[in-house]
């Protein structure tokens, strides 16, 4: 398996523009994550998914954020209009349900993003 | 609220041991320990569950005692390999809400 991969790996822009970062989860992975990382913040969950439905999107910082997930093969985190304090790492990972227990995260490579 | 854990950072030298410490304001159903290397993704250590039982991966131990609402993570005879940041990630009893706690830095010299 390929593990999670997200696109792109690096964007940089400018302020008030338009923002997309993609995610494909590894198959079978029922949970899909959104996380961003700053060095003042630490690791923050944003939203996640299960079975492509939102379960929890009380980190998504404001209404500029949004997050979809069409399918069980694909998620899009958009930020609209961006601004530079959302400058970031920001990292999808997906995991599986085994018996009720929450089994363990594989995070993709992440989207480094900067807006001037 | 973020789980906090300790040291803030730590400096070890090859062979030497290491206990980090996370602990949460709030009941945990179960934790989950990650490293991180500078630059790349947070990648699975253990996941510590209430009962006692544990999942791991590596020669990494951990414990979680439920009622203090906390886990540490041992490291033992420390490599080269072993730097990094280390997370622990904890899901709320109830609520299920999953959270990072708030790092520890761990660098091992030579």
């Known amino acids: 398996d390929a593990g999670v991969i997200q696109s792109p790996r690096h964007e940089v822009t400018e302020m008030g523009q338009e923002v997309t970062l993609r995610c494909k989860p590894i198959s079978g992975h029922d949970y899909l994550f959104w996380y961003r990382q700053t060095m003042m913040r630490g690791l923050e969950l944003l939203i996640y998914?299960?079975?492509?439905?939102?379960?929890?999107d009380s980190g998504m910082p404001e209404d500029r954020f949004s997050a979809k997930m069409p399918n069980a093969s694909f998620s899009t985190l958009k930020i609209q209009p961006s601004e530079p304090r959302d400058s970031a790492v920001y990292f999808c990972?997906?995991?599986?349900?085994?018996?009720?227990?929450?089994?363990?995260?594989?995070f993709g490579p992440g989207t480094r993003l900067t807006v001037l | 609220q973020q789980p906090v854990q300790s040291p803030q950072a730590v400096i070890l030298r090859e062979g030497e041991d290491a206990v980090i410490n996370c602990s949460s304001s709030?009941?945990?159903?179960?934790v989950h320990w990650y490293r991180q290397k500078h630059g790349e993704a947070p990648v699975f250590l253990m996941i510590?569950?209430?009962?006692?039982e544990q999942k791991g991966h590596e020669k990494i131990s951990a414990s979680f005692n439920e009622k203090k609402q906390q886990s540490s993570l041992y490291l033992t005879a420390s490599q080269l390999s072993y730097s990094g940041t280390y997370f622990c990630?904890?899901?709320?009893?109830?609520?299920?809400?999953?959270?990072f706690g708030t790092g520890t830095r761990l660098k091992v010299l030579a």
């Open positions: 510590l569950l209430k009962g006692g």
């Open positions: 998914f299960n079975n492509n439905v939102p379960i929890d």
């Open positions: 990972a997906s995991s599986s349900q085994l018996a009720g227990i929450y089994n363990e995260q594989f």
């Open positions: 709030k009941a945990l159903y179960s």
């Open positions: 990630g904890t899901f709320t009893s109830g609520t299920y809400k999953y959270i």
